[in-house]
C-alpha cells in the first residue's frame, strides 16, 4: 500500500528553524517528483516546494524562497523540507505529496501533514 | 504568479442536485489544470487532471471541462459523499496556485 507519512513539526519561536521530513513506501520512490503543500488553520491550499527526482530540479513559492530548502534521499525514500526564519505566517499543516506520474504531472497522491506551528 | 479564482466561493445544495463550479485563471494555462475535493480535517484528493481526465476511482459523476483561462467541475446528481471543500490548480507555470476553494454545502 502506497504511504507518504510526515513527521518534524511542533511548535517553534518566531526566527527559528524546522526540519519536516516525508518517509515514502508503496511505490518508486526515485521516479517521482515530490512536493510540499501547506495549508494555514482555516485557510485554502498554497504550494510551497517541489524537487524532481534526482534533486537536479526545485522550484519555490515566492514566500519561502530563500528560507525553506527543499531536498530527498533516494536511498531512505524521504524528502525534506528546511524551514528557517519562521514567521507566524508560515502555520499550518504541511503535506507531503508526489506526481500523480513520473515527471512533470499534478500532484496525485498526498500524506496526511504535520502540523507546524509558529508562535511565542 | 498565476492567480486562480473560482467562484462561487459556498454553494448550497442538495443530493441529487447539478452542481456547477468554475475556475478561472488570470493567463492561459492550456489544460494544465487540477481539480481537488478535501473534507474536514483531511487530505486533498485528486479528482480530475489535464482539465478533464477523471482519476482512477473517481465517480463518473465527476466531471472537467475547459481550456486557457476558463474551467469548470460538475457534479451530476450531487451525493451526500461529496459536501466538501474543492480546489483547482494550476500546474502550468511556476509556482504553481491554487483556487480559494469552492465549498458545497448541505442546502
Known amino acids: 500500500e502506497e504511504q507518504l507519512v510526515e513527521s518534524g513539526g511542533g511548535l517553534v519561536q518566531p526566527g527559528g528553524s524546522l526540519r519536516l521530513s516525508c518517509a515514502a513506501s508503496?511505490?518508486?520512490?526515485?521516479?517521482?517528483?515530490m512536493h510540499w503543500v501547506r495549508q494555514a488553520p482555516g485557510k485554502g491550499l498554497v504550494w510551497v516546494s517541489r524537487?524532481?527526482?534526482?534533486?537536479?530540479?526545485?522550484n519555490y513559492a515566492d514566500s519561502v524562497k530563500g528560507r525553506f530548502t527543499i531536498s530527498r534521499d533516494n536511498a531512505k525514500n524521504t524528502v525534506y523540507l528546511q524551514m528557517n526564519s519562521l514567521r507566524a505566517e508560515d502555520t499550518g499543516v504541511y503535506y507531503c505529496?508526489?506526481?500523480?506520474?513520473?515527471?512533470?504531472?499534478?500532484?496525485?497522491?498526498w500524506g496526511q501533514g504535520t502540523s507546524v506551528t509558529v508562535s511565542s | 504568479d498565476i492567480q486562480m479564482t473560482q467562484s462561487p466561493s459556498t454553494l448550497s445544495a442538495s443530493v441529487g442536485d447539478r452542481v456547477t463550479m468554475t475556475c478561472r485563471a488570470g493567463?492561459?494555462?492550456?489544460?494544465?489544470l487540477a481539480w481537488y475535493q478535501q473534507k474536514p480535517g483531511r487530505a486533498p484528493n485528486l479528482l480530475l487532471y489535464?482539465?478533464?481526465i477523471l482519476e482512477s476511482g473517481v465517480p463518473s459523476r465527476f466531471s472537467g471541462s475547459g481550456s486557457g483561462t476558463e474551467f469548470t467541475l460538475i457534479i451530476t446528481s450531487l451525493q451526500p459523499d461529496d459536501f466538501a471543500t474543492y480546489y483547482c490548480?494550476?500546474?502550468?507555470?511556476?509556482?504553481?496556485?491554487f483556487g480559494q476553494g469552492t465549498k458545497v454545502e448541505i442546502k
Open positions: 508503496g511505490f518508486s520512490f526515485s521516479s517521482y517528483w
Open positions: 493567463q492561459s494555462i492550456g489544460y494544465w
Open positions: 490548480q494550476q500546474y502550468s507555470t511556476y509556482p504553481w496556485t
Open positions: 489535464k482539465a478533464s
Open positions: 524537487i524532481n527526482t534526482d534533486g537536479s530540479g526545485i
Open positions: 505529496a508526489r506526481s500523480r506520474g513520473p515527471g512533470a504531472t499534478c500532484v496525485g497522491y
